[in-house]
């Protein structure tokens, strides 16, 4: 699983750190509720997911809980069948 967890986590930082931005994010660090990934952002990221796993995350589980972490994410993706 390290393999798709460092893929979700690079994917982070790319898109939603700003250049310069030298907070250290890892699999657990909060990402919405640490004001790193807000909630249009959720959305793209919710986005990226479906379309790279060719799923449907359902509104009802594109919670914040969901996302606020890329272990929470890697927890949601295995609920589709996700796995590495």
């Known amino acids: 699983m390290a393999l798709l967890k460092d893929e979700i986590l690079d994917y982070v930082k ?9 907070r250290e994010v890892t699999y657990d660090t909060p990402l919405i509720s640490g004001g ?16 790279k796993f060719n799923i449907q995350i359902p509104d009802a ?17 295995k609920e589709f069948g996700i796995n590495e």
């Open 36 to 51: 790193i990934v807000d909630s249009f952002s959720m959305v793209s990221l919710k986005v990226f997911l479906e379309n």
């Open 14 to 22: 790319n898109e939603y750190l700003e250049e310069g931005d030298d």
């Open 61 to 77: 589980k594109a919670s914040p809980e969901a996302f606020d972490s890329v272990d929470n994410i890697l927890n949601l993706l």
